[in-house]
């Protein structure tokens, strides 16, 4: 299927817009009026633009205000159109939208209505072009896709037809059978299918509209649903995407553009219309790779925590860091940058790399090179949309090449046995590509998306959503700092699982380690809250740890100090015995208190 996006989906200048829906791979867009209004280049300039860059001009919109007005009204609106129409003509653009009145002119008649709208579509017809009527659904008197379609019908004009706008109709739909009407359209008197998911917020649904669209899969509209009931009519013009959203006008137009792709792609996917190589979903975090300019304070926080130098890369500057299966690569190499540690990659152990890394790139995800060294063995590696590299390993697998090969052992013993293994990995996101990360995670890896929550942090508010594996072996948070800018406390960190909190806390700190003090108003608080043991409240205290419980279990949590970019979190999660994994969340009750201690420990040491 063609695929489309609208200019108004993108920042910047009409030409930047075109640029990164072509590169992107679109194979059209839907020109907004404004977009046009706005660019120095002619009408004909953006025609052999568009036609250089493979994109076909799919739509140009929007027509407001047109029909169910007073004849004197209309004949100016007809006049208005004549002149748009001569535009399309030099644009080569031979679909109007028309969007329902919302003007308070307009009169509650559809004879009206369909009789105007009929007239229009006549004069269209003699430049060639057609005119699809959309509901709005704030319209004035029209407001749902099947009353636009009955007025259609109704003009039965063989130029004029209805466009269909999935935030039109999930925004006002109160379950699947008010998709049934769908079925009632002839496919080819659907001219045009607009695209895009919204999170479900109770709000004005123009001002939801306007502002809070977002790319299909990203909001909780069932939007593949919709898709196939239009598919089932027949219709086989573009999938096109117009989404207006106060994030994507201000993101870079490339990044926003990819990503508008990829989850097309996803649905197209969703409803059989895109064979994509499977997901193949990663079984575990083989490692987490640092980068530092200077690995003496991560070596002295990682001996503390009770890890040992275990292997050293055989041709990089790269130390193996390990406890139980917590795998840390300390890199030193070039990629460091001066600001200190940040982590860089992650190891996701996958039962098929090679297939992983298909799906990835089929996704748009940017492959890197299989061996970043000659004698390297070879690995299957993309960036995520944060930058972060994703390899996907095998450990201790014959029939794979073992990135372990590449390390050889440094015949030191294990220090401790605190630490199980990696319990999740906190990945801080550019702010303007959270809900695109979420998308990511989910569609290229295979991943669960939880529910998104806000945490409050004393300057601003922190987003957190989890993406997972079923059996949680793979558990990444990502977040959207309160501040971007403020990188000591919105830093990236690496959260290792203990099946003793309080011993692994008193462990590191009796080994120089510096846990994060909370203030004791936290525990006076928790004392209200839950009962405890007598003096188990005390050892918290003085630890630092940090205390939550869910249906499932509970859950012991404490942080050590940051460094660079990057902090340490010592987990516990009980309950898991009965077979239910235990504690499900990350604690977001307590991250407040957590990011408050941050940066007063911060204002405090710098660190
Ligand atoms: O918000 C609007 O006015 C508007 C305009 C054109 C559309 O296709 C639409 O869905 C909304
Ligand atoms: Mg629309």
New binding site residues.
Partial sequence: MRTSI?TVSLSGSLTEKLDAAARAGFDGV?LFENDLLASPLTPEDIRARCADLGLRIDLY??M?DVEAVPEAEFARNLRRARHKFELMRRLGADTV?V?SS?SPQAVDDDALAAEQLARLAGLAAEYGIRVAY?A?AWGRHVSTYDHAWRIVETAGHPALGT?L?S??ILSRAFGPADLEGIAAIPGEKIFFL?L?DAPLLAMDV?QW??HYRCFPGQGGFDIAALVRHVLATGYDGPLSL?V?NDVFRQAEAGPTAVDARRSLLLLQEAVGKAILPDPVVPTGVAFAELVTPDAEPLADLLGALGFTRTARHRGKPVALWEQGDARILVNTGPAARRDGPRLAAIGLESPDPAGAARRAEALLAPVLPRRRAPRDAPLDAVAAPDGTELFFCATGRPDLPDWRADFADTGLPPARADIRGIDHLALTQPWHHFDEAALFHRGVLGLDAQESVDVADPYGLMRSRAVTNADGSVRIALTVGAAPTDDTVHAQHIALATDDVVAAARRFRDAGGRLLPVPANYYDDLAARFEFADGELETYRDLGILYDRDAHGAFRHCYTRTVGRVFFELVQRDGGDGGDGGYRGYGAANAPVRLAAQHTARALTGG
């Fill in positions: 609208a839907e919109q929007p407001r939208l969007c919302v959309e709005l466009c706008d935030f039109h607009q895009a123009l509209s306007r117009e207006f």
